[in-house]
T-cell receptor, first 112, second 113 residues
Framework: AQSVSQHNHHVILSEAASLELGCNYS??????LFWYVQYPGQHLQLLLK??????LVKGIKGFEAEFIKSKFSFNLRKPSVQWSDTAEYFC??????????FGKGTMLLVSP | DAGVIQSPRHEVTEMGQEVTLRCKPI?????LFWYRQTMMRGLELLIY????????DSGMPEDRFSAKMPNASFSTLKIQPSEPRDSAVYFC???????????FGSGTRLTVV
């Protein structure tokens, strides 16, 4: 079955620390991967997406993610987090035109 | 584009009452999705429509839940009768042609007391 798993439920960092949130997927064939962010009390917003081509994808607000096919991974990174990055982050995937499957989410708390 | 529009933003109702949540997808998007988000279960897909036709409603928890999409610009999710365990944030999302990501609405925070 298609699934997306996120390694950490909660991450706590200090401002300026580097961030890496893990995401693994299990899909056969073509896969499209996404990272969404949900700020407190708000809806999900798309951070970045991977369809094909360059496996290093750059998104908004300084985030990037790398698609590593051999590891079935699509980890989210940011070199230096800010307090305003406090949010919940969701990895999601779809194969072809199937529905989007979300991971359980990772709550990131950045302390000033 | 105004994005995906949901109403109401907040709803507080008593157990046993009927609740109707509304969604207007992005114009031109042909797929619409209803999700429920809770602390315990995360994001759950309840039902989705393609070209106004329900494709998969296997996520709808019980017969108390029903969803309709009478036209391309409007969908409703109804809970009748509502129960306290239905308290959650309900998100609507839409998608256009191709394997694009979804655009989410701002959600409806439902509290059943």
């Amino acid at each position: 079955a298609q699934s997306v798993s996120q390694h950490n439920h909660h991450v706590i960092l200090s401002e300026a620390a580097s961030l890496e949130l893990g995401c693994n997927y299990s899909y056969g064939g073509t896969v499209n991967l996404f990272w969404y962010v949900q700020y407190p009390g708000q809806h999900l917003q798309l951070l970045l997406k991977y369809f094909s081509g360059d496996p290093l994808v750059k998104g908004i607000k300084g985030f990037e993610a790398e698609f590593i096919k051999s590891k079935f991974s699509f980890n989210l990174r940011k070199p230096s987090v800010q307090w305003s990055d406090t949010a919940e982050y969701f990895c999601a995937g779809t194969s072809g035109y199937s529905t989007l499957t979300f991971g359980k989410g990772t709550m990131l708390l950045v302390s000033p | 584009d105004a994005g995906v529009i949901q109403s109401p933003r907040h709803e507080v109702t008593e157990m046993g009452q009927e609740v109707t949540l509304r969604c207007k997808p992005i114009s031109g998007h042909n797929s619409l999705f209803w999700y429920r988000q809770t602390m315990m279960r995360g994001l759950e897909l309840l039902i989705y429509f393609n070209n106004n036709v329900p494709i998969d409603d296997s996520g709808m928890p019980e017969d108390r839940f029903s969803a309709k999409m009478p036209n391309a610009s409007f969908s409703t999710l109804k809970i009748q009768p509502s129960e306290p365990r239905d308290s959650a944030v309900y998100f609507c999302a839409s998608r256009g042609q191709g394997p694009e990501g979804y655009t989410f609405g701002s959600g409806t925070r439902l509290t059943v007391v």
